[in-house]
């Protein structure tokens, strides 16, 4: 099995190197701008080759980057194109089932890149060295700079993983520039009969995680005080937009930075104590999550629904779910997703299915059927592990893991939802003692 990583070296830099790194990372965004100027110009060109014809030349005379940088300029213009035809697309289609009114403008003025970023090519525009040191191509010719970094990656450098593209990064507020190396390492293939653990994680507002085992084992991750800092975050930075100064817009760069900055930490500190040795963890399918919740009733929304969306809106979920993905694999463990229907309406001892199961939407979950209660997120946490335990039964009987059942047609979600109303919890514990 095939895992590919990400290796942050900072760059021991002297001052004339660190000129030169500059000069060539301003090159490359000036490039950047102005290719999206000529994409834009042509229909908004999202093809990398077509737009490569028309500004190669222009970016190896004016811009003075060598011939692989001015290879990737066009292609990273291109993608960024195409990803936004893809959400004009999507806001399309919402907008004709009359999810939205708005209209998607991204598209309506060319691309402005900022960040002064660079992509490099390995054994072109950048190699290792011995010493810990690393060669790196500049407008001026090559420069051999001298890194760190953290100790495993840099064993795995040495050690001849296979090493892919790098971009150099720069850190505003140290002045610092790094290199972000992509490694691909090789790992043992996971079996079913090595998963001794199943799991399954909900995420939600009030815990921005909880897990729970077959086992009868939790973990609550609470999110009060990170959503405390959160709302802070938000209260400055709409202080800072109302105000609109030059100032006031550079400051805002800073604190964006510094809240992304602050939610990956916190994701990273769940989904580390998540993705235990050996476990198959179960996380929630959360595609076209607010489509499916959104109020089908018409009326205007009110002042809690639209605060608890805007809750919602603040915490990257998606990016926890990657983070506790890429590092079970690293644990010798493996994260699937599982559909997310009803995990929180449905009692796992006897399967009823009901919204009165939770009333009021609270933390209290009360079966109307069986008279069960526990904390509504470990029940929903618990509904996944089932699915999750399923997943890996079929994976027994089978040999073949599907990573997501399918629910893309009527038919075989009607048969997934049958099957996960046949799942019962055989071990039951009280809430005081599940926590």
């Known amino acids: 099995m095939k895992q590919i ?3 942050k070296l900072k760059l021991i830099t002297t001052p004339e190197q660190k000129e030169s790194v500059r000069q060539v990372t301003l090159a490359y965004r000036d490039a950047l701008n102005y290719t999206s100027e000529i994409a834009f110009n042509n229909n908004k060109l999202s093809q990398a080759a077509k737009l490569q014809k028309l500004v190669y030349r222009d970016i190896r005379g004016d811009f003075k980057l060598p011939s692989q940088m001015s290879c990737n300029v066009p292609r990273q213009v291109a993608a960024t194109y195409k990803t936004q035809w893809t959400k004009f697309r999507q806001n399309q289609q919402a907008r004709e089932q009359g999810h939205t009114k708005k209209r998607y403008k ?20 950048y190699s290792f060295k011995t010493d810990q040191k690393v060669s790196l191509v500049t407008l001026s ?6 890194y760190a970094g953290y100790n495993k990656h840099l064993e795995l450098i040495k050690n001849g993983s296979k090493i892919g593209a790098a971009k150099i990064y720069y850190n505003r507020s140290s002045n610092t520039y790094y290199l972000l190396v992509s490694l691909e390492i090789e790992l043992s293939d996971i079996k079913p009969e090595t998963i001794n653990k199943v799991k ?3 995420v939600g507002q009030r815990y921005l995680a909880v897990s729970a085992g077959i086992n009868n084992s939790s973990q609550f991750f609470s999110g009060k005080q990170i959503r405390y800092k959160a709302n802070r975050y938000y209260k400055a930075r709409k202080s800072l937009q109302h105000k609109g100064t030059r100032s006031a817009k550079r400051r805002l760069i800073t604190l964006s930075g510094r809240e992304r900055r602050f939610i990956a930490d916190v994701n990273h500190q769940i989904s580390k104590n998540i993705a235990q040795p050996n476990s198959l963890i179960g996380l929630e399918n959360l595609t076209h999550i607010r489509e499916r919740t959104r109020s089908k009733s018409g009326k205007q929304v009110s002042k809690k629904q639209r605060k608890a969306n805007k809750n919602k809106a603040k915490w990257s979920f998606a990016e926890l779910h990657s983070f506790v993905d890429y590092k079970a694999v690293l644990n010798n463990s493996l994260a699937v997703k599982v559909p997310a229907h009803y995990t929180s309406q449905m009692c796992p001892k006897c399967g009823h299915v009901s919204k009165e199961n939770r009333p009021n939407k609270g933390l209290t ?6 008279g069960y209660k526990l904390h509504a997120d470990l029940v929903g946490a618990r509904n996944i592990a089932l699915r999750a335990l399923l997943i890996r039964q079929d994976w027994m009987s089978t040999g073949i893991l599907s990573a997501s059942p ?10 997934n939802l049958q099957r996960f109303l046949e799942l019962r919890w055989s071990l039951d514990v009280s809430p005081d003692q599940a926590r």
């Open 5 to 7: 990583i990400t290796a």
């Open 106 to 125: 991204g598209l309506d003025k060319p691309q402005k890149f900022i960040s002064r970023t660079c992509t490099l090519n390995y054994q072109r525009d």
């Open 141 to 146: 010719g090559r420069i051999v700079v001298s």
């Open 200 to 202: 399954g994680v909900d």
């Open 365 to 370: 979950f009360n079966c109307k059927c069986c």
């Open 406 to 415: 399918n629910m893309s047609d009527v038919e075989a979600k009607a048969k």
